[in-house]
């Protein structure tokens, strides 16, 4: 019997030991409090640089699932990630976005579940209003301003909150996001004096070189900037750091390892060459996808059947790397 126990015992071990946390306290809400925006750098409560290294859910309609404290502990403690982004499709085929017909009160209480739980596991959580095949922001900006006048509202007095307002504006010009932006931040601002709000950019996201020449005039911004590293090289990081020189701040809200429709090919070198620009520009990023979708950008095996109490064995390619990757940059600090 004694020699069982010794193995059971050994067993335990050797699992927590392979199974360590990724968790390492650092640029939390409970340590950085309420984030701000100093120049061109995410910043903490007393103005230190920090930097937020998460994942993005798919959309919110799709993916409830995985909305459950549980979950958000596998992604905080397991993955590291001190972020969480919550997408709200505005658009989509069936049940599926917020402004052509889904079920809005279901959606609204998968947000207010997702805030409560990165609460409860010392995450930001960043709300997103997933602009996608609408394209123009200004489509739906009165579903826009009720969203945001009630989640603002709602959330106006946690510290872990930010707003993003419009994911990846597409077949638009910068002036025409900028109006739509000119009317969204002030309904938050009257609720959230001190937020940060995330804004989208031209051509999905993309072209922050051109909203650096025409900025908005608000503090606590930053600018999406998205990419995926088998199509999106130099060239993009080009006008990234044109952006910088300009003063733009920046953060990654959506990112992949794979080519821009979330498919093969994968380019983890291209990847890793794309997160050392981050690091060293302290550009905070969200992975797409916490999901198992048949993407190959989804984290999570395709097989897995599990919607918590994950080990790493249950997560695909890009979900390792991504653990790999914020252990990796975490320890640096």
């Not at 903490?44 to 309609?61: A, F």
């Not at 969480?84 to 658009?91: K, N, P, Q, V």
């Not at 010392?122 to 997933?130: A, S």
């Not at 990846?168 to 601002?189: G, L, M, Q, S």
Request: proline share 3%.
């Amino acid at each position: 019997m004694k020699k069982i126990l010794s193995i059971f015992l050994c067993l335990l071990i050797f699992s927590a030991c392979t199974q360590k946390a990724s968790f390492d306290g650092k640029d939390r809400p409970s340590s950085a409090g309420k984030l701000q925006v100093i120049d061109t750098r995410l910043c903490d409560k007393n103005g230190q640089p920090v930097m937020l290294r998460g994942i993005s859910s798919y959309g919110l309609s799709l993916s409830e699932r995985y909305i459950n404290d549980e979950c958000f502990h596998d992604i905080s403690h397991l993955m590291g990630a001190n972020v969480f982004r919550l997408a709200m499709y505005t658009w989509g085929v069936g049940n599926v976005g917020y402004c052509t017909g889904a079920d809005q009160n279901r959606l609204l209480k998968a947000i207010d579940d997702g805030v409560n739980f990165a609460r409860n596991n010392d995450m930001y959580v960043i709300i997103d209003w997933h602009i996608l095949e609408d394209g123009d922001p200004n489509k739906y900006i009165d579903e826009a301003k009720l969203f945001f006048e009630e989640v603002s509202a709602k959330y106006k007095d946690e510290v872990h909150v930010l707003y993003e307002i419009c994911n990846e504006p597409n077949k638009t010009e910068w002036k025409d996001i900028k109006n739509y932006a000119e009317v969204i931040i002030p309904i938050i601002r009257n609720n959230d004096p001190d937020s940060v709000i995330i804004v989208g950019t031209p051509n999905w996201s993309q072209d922050v070189d051109v909203a650096a020449n025409d900025p908005l005039d608000f503090d606590n911004l930053l600018y999406t900037l998205h990419f995926y590293s088998a199509s999106h090289r130099q060239q993009l990081r080009d006008k990234a750091h044109i952006a910088i020189e300009k003063g733009l701040p920046l953060f990654i809200t959506e990112f992949g390892i794979t080519a821009s429709n979330g498919n093969l090919p994968i380019d983890i070198e291209e990847a890793d060459t794309w997160i050392s620009f981050l690091e060293d520009n302290q550009i905070s990023y969200c992975m797409w996808e916490f999901s198992k979708t048949a993407e190959a950008s989804a984290a999570i095996k395709r097989d897995c059947l599990k919607d918590r109490g994950f080990v790493r064995e249950d997560f695909s390619t890009a979900g390792t790397w991504l653990i790999d990757t914020i252990a990796k940059y975490s320890d640096k600090k």
